[in-house]
């Protein structure tokens, strides 16, 4: 049972044009979210992230959103830059239970085009 | 400021062969984990620990074996490897989070795995 799910496995688009990636998830129990970019031959590396008591979190080109009604989750990536073509995770933690671990999702193919 | 290292960086064994993997970190991080990355299935968390001397198991642990002798340092065995276990392996740290907030995990350059 996939508790982090990110559906679509690839996304393509024009550089300067917004990239959004999308993510649900199924535990309500989840209140902290991560989002992970990460290159070939690398390992993954932390983005932005967001607790559960907002909808918003902005980091330079880099927006996360919120929608705990919809267990729904986005990354906004505004403009695209060929740079920011890489395999993006999206990751969630049940902090309250005292847990560390992160769920990972299957992970998202961005490619930016020049 | 090495960080997190692992090594090998790649391996290639037989089926039915002992292989540990070797992650350390520089930052005196309480939390160590070990993923798996295998193509349709993402990240999936093998073992933890959060501290010296406390491990526990992930999602996909059977196969492996681990230890945590020093802070520093988290091996991963693979006691008699398989070839489902070819992959590439990440070992990642992090700090407690506290009461509030959560602090993201920090991975290494991964070691990808090939089991003949």
């Known amino acids: 049972d996939q508790q982090v799910k990110q559906n679509s496995p690839s996304l393509s688009v024009q550089e300067g044009r917004i990239s959004i990636l999308n993510c649900d998830y199924t535990n309500s129990m989840f209140d902290y979210f991560l989002w992970y970019k990460k290159y070939p031959a690398e390992g993954p590396t932390f983005l932005i992230s967001?607790?559960?008591?907002?909808d918003k979190n902005e980091d330079g080109r880099f927006t996360v959103f919120l929608n705990k009604s919809a267990k729904h989750l986005s990354l906004h990536i505004v403009p695209s830059q060929p740079g920011d073509s890489a395999v993006y995770f999206c990751?969630?933690?049940?902090?309250?239970?005292?847990?560390?671990?992160?769920?990972f999702g299957k992970g998202t193919k961005l490619t930016v085009n020049p | 400021d090495a960080g997190i290292t692992q090594s090998p960086r790649y391996k290639i064994t037989e089926t039915g062969r002992q292989v540990t993997l070797m992650c350390h970190q520089t930052w005196s991080h309480s939390y160590m984990f070990w993923y798996r990355q295998d193509l349709g299935h993402g990240l999936r968390l093998i073992y933890y620990?959060?501290?010296?001397?406390?491990?526990d198991k992930g999602e996909v642990p059977d196969g492996y074996v681990v230890s945590r002798s020093k802070t520093e340092n988290f091996p991963l065995t693979l006691e008699s490897a398989t070839r489902s276990q070819t992959s590439v392996y990440f070992c990642?740290?992090?700090?407690?989070?506290?009461?509030?907030?959560?602090?993201?995990?920090?991975f290494g350059p991964g070691t990808r795995l090939t089991v003949l």
């Open positions: 967001i607790s559960s008591i907002k």
């Open positions: 990642a740290s992090s700090r407690t989070s506290g009461s509030f907030g959560y602090n993201e995990q920090f």
């Open positions: 620990s959060a501290a010296a001397d406390i491990t």
């Open positions: 990751a969630a933690s049940a902090t309250q239970g005292g847990s560390e671990k992160l769920v």
